[in-house]
């Protein structure tokens, strides 16, 4: 946007466009797979940390195989009973496969929470955050003023300009945060599915999908956070035109704040919802 001359005006702009950009690029982000993140650059070196940890995660396969055995048969004697040894033999291969086919089980599982967040954009209606403006109103009455009555109004803009800043790169953080999660899932998985071998130690892989799971969740609950407060957020805070300049410039940056806050604690608070959700 260019500058309007008024420094006053230029720094709640600049903030606002901050704002409008970072909650664009959510949208964006929200709506990516892993694979292709920055230009899939990240995504090659995890598949190959995986394809390299899948070496360890098979000879922990068989450590845990050989745990579970013996902490769940009273004697070797009992895998001489058939339905005992079929019984191993199908747990050691499907926590094989699990090993072997982690990453392609772990992408449909995201690709499922994907269709979901498309279709809560499309039941919705809407595709993209609603874009804050500064009102016009503002933009004349803080134009109308003198140097010495512009005065309070630069503290009022500079403090709500850094809050606004400040709370969009919270808030996108919190979404990188869940992509940095999702690559270390990926990267270290077979070393958890490596537990499903034992029966003793099954309960570390359960946790792990589920976790994961709940990673790949929070993308649905932050695309329904940044939905509802679409629709709470369509109509601009508003402005009583017969208060003082100051006045309305306070009212204006108060409330907008108060919204970009609702936004930001509900994309902070999305890994616990998910959790209390699934119990974790």
Do not use: H
Not at 43 to 55: K, M, Y
Not at 149 to 173: D, E, K, N, R, Y
């Amino acid at each position: 946007m260019a500058s309007s001359g008024n420094w006053i005006t230029d720094n709640l702009n600049n903030a606002i466009n901050t704002w409008n950009d970072k909650l664009g690029e959510i949208w964006g982000l929200i709506t990516q797979s892993p694979e292709n993140f920055k230009g899939g650059g990240i995504w090659n070196v995890i598949v190959n940390i995986n394809g390299a940890v899948q070496a360890i995660g098979l000879g922990l396969l068989v450590l845990f195989f050989v745990v579970g055995v013996m902490k769940t048969l009273g004697s070797f004697a009992e895998l001489k009973r058939p339905e005992i040894a079929v019984k191993m033999f199908i747990r050691f291969i499907l926590a094989k496969a699990a090993i072997t086919y982690g990453l392609e089980l772990m992408m449909a599982l995201f690709r499922i929470v994907q269709g979901l967040m498309s279709t809560i954009m499309g039941a919705s209606g809407i595709g993209g955050g609603t874009p804050a403006v500064l009102p016009q109103s503002i933009i004349d009455g803080i134009n109308s003023l003198g140097f010495l009555a512009s005065i309070p109004l630069w503290a009022v803009t500079l403090i709500g300009g850094l809050f606004i800043t400040v709370l969009s790169f919270i808030m996108i953080m919190s979404v990188y945060g869940r992509f940095f999660r999702l690559y270390l899932y990926t990267a270290i998985a077979p070393v958890p599915l490596s537990t499903f071998a034992g029966e003793p130690s099954q309960n570390v892989g359960k946790a792990f999908i589920k976790s994961y799971c709940a990673v790949c969740l929070e993308g649905a609950i932050i695309v329904l956070a940044c939905v509802i407060f679409s629709v709470f957020a369509s109509a601009p805070p508003a402005v009583d035109t017969a208060a003082p300049v100051v006045t309305q410039v306070w009212s204006y940056v108060g409330e907008l704040i108060f919204n970009m806050l609702i936004l930001v604690g509900a994309v902070k608070m999305a890994d616990r919802v998910v959790r209390e959700m699934m119990g974790l």
